[in-house]
């Protein structure tokens, strides 16, 4: 399957997302209905709880909705089987991990060069891809360590050399600088906001924290699930 | 090349899980691959030491005498012998005379197999009679000379060289009786032939039964015993000119024998059933853990793309390239521990000092392994099989995983 083209929108149209915990249902998200346009740099935000996450997920097609319809480019992930979805996702999202995710055995490198691996890309091509990519996130010459190795601002960039190297169109980001340090935070989102600009990205991003959602361009507040604001901002 | 580089990088994640499991693959290859050498030597020797003092590895047998043991079935055996002993894979054929007959001395009297040979070529082949001396050997195909069991002379409370009598039922239906001297004694170390065993030549015993020119048996001995279904349609081309004679192999001949091995190969097979179970077990246990253990892993795999099939396939390639490391190290051990028992072998004498008697057939005290590299083989890709097939089960859980699970999973 090939790229879906996100010429218009991601459609989320009255999202709701109840789970089960034991004999309990907890609403994840009640009635929630979102466009994003290409070139998004938006930010979900608000409290532990609030849906963020599972938003993202929904976006991503990692979690289908209970009622309501995901549609990206008119793919009803919804509907989708698993191959469809792993396709859709291989080709067209980006994931970057609050906690970065990355796999242990393989190096820096290799673990950038994941997506492109599974979509089958010569390896040399990877290789020079990643290479180009560690210089743009300033991590040259860390190629060859191990996650172990790297200290957690190194791991979140690897994280997202991962997630943009096989160009995907959005890129999702759970809480991405919860576990840096306030520079390290800064200049990740300074990194996040170039990308979005030269390559048009669109970035939905969740955080809690006002520092980090001041830095967004649209800014969509949820809270027990519900949407409370949608706000675009200048900057 | 890639998912073969990440499965092994995988395999080595808890280091010391993966080699004790190695560990446990390849010591029940080698168990496995060992015994079965073992058991293979040990069975090989007998079935040798049978033929060679029973009916050969091919007999031949008047129609219906081998279930009758009906002493007037004889067949005329002219040059036979040595016709059979033209082909090639063939050591010897020997024409043999069996009577019951009645052994009486002065004091005693005993039921009697008697036995006619011929004296100079089977000495060549039977192990029992290689033993004895030239003075004990009987001289000639028509001598008086006979050697008898051990426990037999006891009985008959008779000395080497003093004379008893035999009869028997001559081919009319008279009986006819023969003077005979003891002149050598056999000691199988089975009680029942070393009490009621006479060896005579075997124109003494065509003279006795009025067999003159027939024998009971052709017994044929191979250069191997694994040389009988090549022999066999040999034989039975040139007995095509010889009605109502029937050629049978050594599992028929001897079926005492043949039933003993199956039996105790067949309880092996049960012993090698277990331990191969226990290893499908324990490649299960490892395979799960590493998947449990990495179930956030796989939901972070499966989110970036991955398909729950390519998923289980790498904990399958995990699986083979455990299966063939535990192959090669274990079929190394097996190669070792068989080189040592074919070499040195187990000696029970210490353990047992009475003859080793199984299937009706004594054989030698110190077991040897024989090599089977084709089953060594064949055992070594079934592990490297039922590894996989171990690493099922986990492979399709790791599958099943939905993302969102997995990258919940703590």
Redesign the interface.
Known sequence: MGQISFMSLIELHNITKIYRVGSQKVVALKNLSLVFERGDFAVLAGPSGSGKTTAL?MI?G??RPTSGQVLVNDLDLGKAN??RL??F???N?G?I?QSY?L????TAAENAE??L???KTP?HQRRERVLSLFADLGISGLEDRLPKDLSGGQQQRVAIA?AIAANPRVILADEPTANLDSNTAEDLLSLMRQLNNSHGTTFVFSSHDDKVIRRAKRIIRLEDGLMVSDNSQNL | M?KVS?AW??LW?NRRRTIITLAAISFSIMLVQAFHNLSFGVYESMVDSGVRAGSGHIAIYHTGYLNTRDETLSFPVASLPEVIEQIPGVVQALPRIYLPALAQTSRESRGVVLIGVEPKKERLTNPFLQNLSDQSMIRKSNSRDAIIGQRLLQELQIKPGQKFVVTAQHRDGSLHSELLRVRGIINTGMKDIDSSLILIGSQRAAMLSGHIGNVHELAIVLKSAWLDRQVFPEIAKRLVNHPNVEAVNWEQAMPNLANAIKLDYASQKFIFLIILLIVTIGVINTMLMSVMERM??FG?????????V?LGGLILLEALILGCIAALLGSFLGCLATWYLATVGIDLETFMPETLEFGGVVFDTVLRANWDIAWMAQIAIYVIGLTVFAALYPAVKAGRI???EG?RHT
């Open positions: 997920n991503g990692l979690d698993l191959k792993a396709d996702r291989l080709h999202i994931f991990f995710n796999i242990p055995v393989l994941f997506t691996m599974l979509q390896r991962r | 890639e990440l990088r995988n994640r956030r892993e972070v795999i499966l989110a970036l793309g991955s398909t729950p390519k939905s993302p969102m990258m």
